[in-house]
């Protein structure tokens, strides 16, 4: 009876799909492509051979090199790691974990186009990539209707509750 923790997976994939305010772009519903602000750690999940999301885009907003964070959560049955690099050098990411376990890392980056793989044994040439592209662009959220001051010049109309 494995059929609850799938549902409960489906209602938090469906609940990080609301929180948007990516400034346009394909969505990344199913996961494929995500984009995210400055700051914004990257949640990630890993399984035999892949990453779910397989691309991320980070709208740092700045030409200068920042901090990218991310989180890994191993949902398959075998150890793995997330590592960022570019021309074939390392240039941070997680440790190899357990399955069920969930590990944190971090790299500087500049913007650029950067390759997302699992170190572990051949999980990589199995497809274990994905891809993280660091722009220059800068994200900007729409005011939270629910701060102090009230203001709700653009917070969608009929959504006060008493």
């Given at each position: ?50 990453f779910e ?62 390759e ?47």
């Amino acid at each position: 009876m494995r059929k609850p923790p799938p549902a409960a997976l489906v209602a938090v994939l469906a609940l990080a799909g609301c929180g948007g305010g990516d400034d346009g772009g394909d969505g990344g519903q199913k996961g494929d492509a995500v984009t995210v602000g400055h700051n914004q750690p990257i949640a990630f999940g890993a399984t035999e051979y892949s990453f779910e999301p397989k691309t991320v885009t980070v709208n740092a907003g700045t030409s200068k090199p920042s901090v990218v964070r991310f989180v890994l959560r191993n949902n398959g049955s075998l150890a793995h790691d997330l590592h960022v690099e570019k021309d074939g050098q390392d240039l941070g990411g997680t440790p190899i974990f357990a399955p069920g376990k969930t590990e944190s890392g971090q790299a500087t980056l500049g913007p650029g186009t950067y390759e997302l793989l699992c170190t572990v044994g051949d999980h990589a040439a199995l497809g274990m990539k994905g891809t993280l592209v660091v722009t220059t662009k800068k994200t900007t959220r729409p005011a939270d209707p629910d701060a102090a001051g009230g203001e709700d010049k653009d917070a969608g109309g009929e959504s006060e509750e008493p």
